[in-house]
């Protein structure tokens, strides 16, 4: 029995080593091969009409200068409608968004306001919304980041290619909640950039990113990685996804830690549902967008699970080991001094070169751990209903 655990606790191993080594290794590499495209100093090309849809959700803290953004956007302003879901808002969203829609820097901007007296979720409004909106392209967008000037002109350059569905911008923090957070999202850019050079990113930030709206599919009221599903739904029917580093979306909202634990369970849970959902993204054809799915996300959704089957592995074989009686111990105190660490202040160690590989290891443990229970929950059936944003709701 020893030989089999040990022949499956080392393929396990194997595959840990893969998915935070090696994967990441072999993207970075391939980041100098990445396909952005730079807007061209030529007007030329025809400018597509575009949508830019905001869900809201008790945002009135931030709606008024997303609108501010949207009105400073360069792009022709008869090609560009802004559209302000608010779904169900319980806070003054609606009123200062009205209000933001009617001062001057806004004037030449086309501006709707949808309001839905009864919060319906996220999945449920875009369903409702997108079948409606004439335009070449919709730009989904947080209402807590602001866009790049020049965004809508970057990806309106991608869409001259017919076979580009998607458009995905970078996701930048202005204030990241820690240091591991920072780096965790600096790691992001880089793998999807790798992820680009041989195919399609691997899913987009739903702070902003672009598509066809003729492409748009209802999704499942049950949905739970929406920014994951729906672009990726387009990819998996041919079509390319790009990801373009001068396309940027600042995230001005801080999440603090108990946001981003609850952030990290749902996504966890929506980790799972999209690899059972979207098995066509495994398909050969695909290439190096299949190779992607199956090494990034696929083995993401399934990380919290190999590493508590490794640790329960290693806990038996050290019953006859001291070197798994070590090896058992060293996991479990890691994981006690990484939840432990969540009581300091912000969560965070002191700042200091020393700390910074305790602190991303911290994260990484703490984010699994959140993962673990994300993944449980929804094999369980213990959510149930439509997501709201967690900052929100």
């Not at 302000?84 to 004037?107: F, H, L, M, P």
Request: one cysteine or more; proline letters at 4%; aromatic letters at 8%.
């Amino acid at each position: 029995m020893a030989i089999w655990l040990l022949c499956l606790l080392a393929i396990l191993w194997c595959i840990i080593i893969y998915h935070h080594v090696v994967y990441p290794i072999i993207m970075m590499r391939l980041q100098q091969f990445d396909n952005e495209i730079k807007i061209s100093s030529s007007p030329a090309f025809q400018n597509r009409t575009i949508t830019i849809l905001v869900p809201a959700y008790n945002e009135e803290d931030v709606i008024a200068d997303k609108i501010r953004n949207v009105a400073s956007l360069d792009y022709p302003s008869d090609k560009l409608k802004l559209v302000i879901a608010c779904d169900g808002c319980q806070d003054n969203t609606v009123n200062i968004a009205r209000k933001a829609a009617s001062e001057w820097y806004s004037k030449d901007l086309n501006i709707q306001i949808v309001e839905l007296k009864k919060n319906h979720g996220k999945v449920a409004l875009l369903n409702q919304i997108i079948p409606d909106i004439k335009s070449d392209i919709i730009a989904l967008s947080d209402a807590s980041a602001l866009i790049s000037m020049d965004a809508l002109k970057l990806a309106n350059k991608h869409f001259e290619d017919d076979e580009v569905g998607v458009v995905a911008a970078t996701y930048t923090l202005l204030n990241p909640g820690s240091e591991g957070e920072k780096q965790y999202w600096d790691y992001q850019v880089n793998i999807k950039r790798g992820e680009a050079a041989i195919g399609s990113p691997i899913g987009v930030h739903g702070a902003l990113y672009f598509f066809r709206q003729h492409l748009f599919e209802p999704m499942p009221a049950d949905t739970i990685n929406d920014d994951f599903i729906l672009p990726m739904k387009i990819v998996g029917r041919g079509y390319q996804a790009r990801y373009d580093t001068s396309l940027i979306a600042l995230e001005l909202e801080q999440a603090n830690l108990a946001m981003d634990q609850k952030r990290r369970i749902r996504i966890a849970a929506g980790n799972f549902q999209q690899m059972l959902r979207l098995p066509e993204l495994l398909a050969p054809g695909l290439g190096g967008t299949a190779l992607s799915f199956l090494s990034g996300k696929v083995l993401r959704a399934l990380m919290p699970l190999i590493i508590l089957v490794q640790l329960i592995i290693c806990a038996v074989l050290a019953f006859d080991s001291p070197s798994f009686l070590t090896l058992t111990a060293l996991q479990v105190l890691g994981i006690f001094l990484a939840r432990l660490s969540l009581l300091l202040p912000n969560g965070e160690l002191p700042k200091s070169k020393a700390f910074k590989p305790i602190k991303l290891a911290f994260y990484l443990i703490n984010g699994y751990y959140s993962s673990l229970i994300g993944t449980l929950r929804y094999l369980l059936k213990l959510d149930q209903g439509h997501w709201q944003s967690v900052s929100k709701s």
